[in-house]
């Protein structure tokens, strides 16, 4: 199947500040990708659906300005988490979305965020 | 996508077939049964998906019941491997727009040794 990768897998920071993680289709150009975040022991949370040139989408709940998503090319998204807080720790897991009218969803391996 | 209903949990002696129960009594006509698998702190593993006719691939098979409410993922041979979350999701990937799969809480499969 098709290769998402992210980047950092692992990152710790301090409260206040600003991170970035990436998101790659190594093999596939994505004109979707997706961000879900998920708390220990429950389940994925879609936050956005990131489209290629253009401006992100996201679920109710989700502050835009504080997770900022770029899609700037085909292969990469990345998602900005600004003014980090230890209430956004979590696991940051990105998708990425064939082409097609069957496209298939593929997964990255995910980022774990730990704000002090 | 269609919602659906799966066990919490189950346990699997390694070696046996593992057979996961998955309810999606209102699923519509365009929606397949895809299945995923999430081993603890990686990203969620396609497995298998199908939308009326039994699938079969290297991991798992797939059995979907003629009137399609309900299906079985069948992992052959469990090994300790295999102990992961199995998400069922019924979903349109066709659907003109670019829709996401939806999660539900999954069957936290164990494999016991």
């Known amino acids: 199947g098709a290769v998402v990768s992210q980047h950092p897998s692992r990152v710790i920071c301090k409260s206040g500040t600003s991170v970035k993680i990436e998101c790659r289709s190594l093999d596939f150009q994505a004109t979707t990708m997706f961000w879900y975040r998920q708390f220990p022991k429950k389940s994925l949370m879609l936050m956005a659906t990131?489209?290629?040139?253009?401006?992100?989408?996201?679920e109710q709940g989700v502050e835009k300005d504080k997770f900022l998503i770029n899609h700037a090319s085909l292969t990469l998204s990345t998602l900005t988490v600004t003014s980090a807080h230890p209430e956004d720790s979590s696991f940051y897991i990105c998708?990425?979305?064939?082409?097609?009218?069957?496209?298939?969803?593929?997964f990255g391996p995910g980022t774990r965020l730990t704000v002090l | 996508d269609a919602k659906t209903t799966q066990p919490t949990s189950m346990d699997c002696a390694e070696g046996r077939a593992a057979n996961l129960p998955c309810n999606h009594s209102t699923i519509s006509g365009n929606e397949y049964v895809y299945w995923y698998r999430q081993i603890h702190s990686q990203g969620p593993q396609y497995i298998i998906h199908g939308l009326k006719n039994n699938e079969t691939n290297e991991m798992a098979s797939l059995i979907i019941t003629e009137d399609r409410k309900s299906s079985t993922l069948i992992l052959p041979h469990a090994t300790l491997r295999d102990t992961a979350v199995y998400y069922c999701i019924a979903h349109s990937p066709s659907s003109g727009s670019a829709r996401q799969l939806t999660f539900g809480s999954g069957t936290q499969l164990t494999v016991l040794p």
């Open positions: 990131s489209n290629e040139g253009s401006k992100a989408t996201y």
């Open positions: 998708s990425a979305r064939t082409s097609g009218s069957s496209g298939e969803q593929f």
